[in-house]
Structures are given as structure tokens and as C-alpha cells.
């Protein structure tokens, strides 16, 4: 069974940071690009973050420089570090892994808020 479960999510003041994670199983995980996409309220998806077919790391432009993707192949787990967080970050963080198919997590939920 295939599960993508996240996780770190929460309440942080503006400037605060939050490590999110995405835990895998049910499928060859080094072989999926993986992703970070948001969805704030009224908004559509978007993709935060990613890892290309060839290992490198692409970024949406309003986070460049502040969140990092990473991910451990051992432990079948991806990473996004958000630091400097501001209100406009406020979202549902999904995790995604594409490949031969693609898959989605449920989402975890980011507040960022004084």
C-alpha cells in the first residue's frame, strides 16, 4: 500500500521556521522525483519545491533562499526546511511523488502568524 504521510507542520510567528517531512512507502522511492506543493486558502496548488529527473533542486521564486528540499534515499524520506517564514507561506503542504504513477500525501497544515 502506498503512503506518503507528512508531517512538522503547525503555528509559527512571521521570521519563525518549520522543518516539514514526508515519510514513503509502497513504492521504489529513489526512483519517484519528489515534491513540495501548497495550497493556501482560495488559491490553487502550487509547486513549492522539487527535485528534477536529474537530482537538482528547483524552487518557486517567492521561496528561493529560504526553503530547502531534501531527501534521504535510505530512509525513503523527503524534507522541506522553511526558514524566515512569512504570513503569504500559510498553507496545506503536500508532499508528491511522481514517477510511474503519481502520488499524493494528505497534507500538512502551516500557520504562520503573529
Known amino acids: 500500500q502506498v503512503q506518503l504521510v507528512e508531517s512538522g507542520g503547525g503555528l509559527v510567528q512571521p521570521g519563525g521556521s518549520l522543518r516539514l517531512s514526508c515519510a514513503a512507502s509502497g513504492f521504489t522511492f529513489s526512483t519517484y522525483v519528489m515534491s513540495w506543493y501548497r495550497q493556501a486558502p482560495g488559491k490553487e496548488r502550487e509547486l513549492v519545491a522539487g527535485?528534477?529527473?536529474?537530482?537538482?533542486?528547483n524552487y518557486v521564486d517567492s521561496v528561493k533562499g529560504r526553503f530547502t528540499i531534501s531527501r534521504d534515499n535510505a530512509k525513503n524520506m523527503v524534507f522541506l526546511q522553511m526558514n524566515s517564514l512569512k504570513p503569504e507561506d500559510t498553507a496545506v503542504y503536500y508532499c508528491?511523488?511522481?514517477?510511474?504513477?503519481?502520488?499524493w500525501g494528505k497534507g500538512t497544515p502551516v500557520t504562520v502568524s503573529s
Open positions: 527535485f528534477n529527473i536529474y537530482g537538482r533542486t
Open positions: 508528491n511523488a511522481r514517477g510511474l504513477f503519481d502520488y
